[in-house]
């Protein structure tokens, strides 16, 4: 099948070649000639598979695959970051997810290797394996870079994870800012197969909405997971595990805790009893904050313990709705590493990686113990919150970067200094 016919003049081909960026994206050949001119005909995609996207809305995107041939449904969102695939693709936080790239060209640099470590985890991952449903971008190109292992293609692939590329991703993220965030269904298959589009309709309509969907079951552990810190450990603390990212784990590493992850529906405070911990994480997470009610019921517990706590991303959220406060849905969320916020105590503004959809409600603030800490700049949404008794912070954005920036990696400091102080008190 012709997707397109370009015409260039002989004599421009004389001096400038056909852009060799061309067949990365597709199959090209010289298919005539009119009069002094070469006709060129892109006929197929280079992968030899076809993308389909269908939203809630009734809009429908076509484009070329890559990845793996498959069918997924997900809730359709898109990330700002220009670089950091492999770590925003590995982000538990994805799950149930449809990503659409904004920036153009995705794949330059490959995908690193899962050996290259830090504090025995992988450097550029933040979990084991791909969690987003299907991934959207505008071009899929071929890496050129030295510690790449294997090419953006090839990964999805051994993952089971369709890609679509060859979108027009700008019309894309215009229309879901415009029409907020909804359910999509992304199908990959081969060129030569028919997909009738009525399927993928009632797929789509049989669904579970990603609102309702309870996420932190797939991306818990099953059981504790302990980390140990080179050298002696300075403090044990323990992460609710709600779909931590290593980024997270390796700051607090790096710091010298001891860390003992628990799955997301354990009571925190046994295991700082059994571990002699002193501090709690309540980690990032996919889906609706307001699901959990065993883990909100362990952060109130953690709370009125008074143990020095940091909720991150969805871990803020919870704790915040133990608290009494309530939280409400974003019409297209936060997603990508410049976001920049605020610091209300000292006026001072950095930059921020973060993935959120769900937001802490400022009129709800009132008789919860907790007072306003940071704002999003662009839409003045909470984005940390302070206890004014006790030693407990949480942040909305994501301090440990994984891409980047490290703007805020102060937030971990900030934690262990209260750990230091307050935590031997337990």
Known sequence: MQLLSIVFSKYYLTYYPLPEWWKNLYVVDECGFEGLAVKYCLKRCRRGLRGLLLLEDGLLVEGCGFGSPGIRVGEIVFTTGMVGYPETLTDPSFCGQILVATHPLIGNYGVPSRSILEHGLPSHYESDRIWVEAFIVSFETSPSHWASSKSLHEWLAEEGVPGISNVDTRMLVKHIRDKGVMMAVAAVYPEENFLELEYLRKLLEESEHYNEAYLVSRVSPRKIVIHEPGGNARRTVVVVDCGVKYGILRELLKRGFRVVRIPYNEDPIKYLHEFNACGVVFSNGPGNPELLSDTIRSARAVIEYGVPSLGICLGHQILAIASGAETYKLKYGHRGQNKPCMCVERSKCFVTSQNHGFAVDENSLDETGFKLWMINVDDRTIEGLKHS???????????????????????????TGMVEKYGDAL
């Open 389 to 415: 008794s006790k030693p407990i912070i949480t942040v909305q954005f994501h301090p440990e970067g994984s891409p980047g920036p490290l703007d805020s990696s102060w937030i971990f400091d900030m934690f």
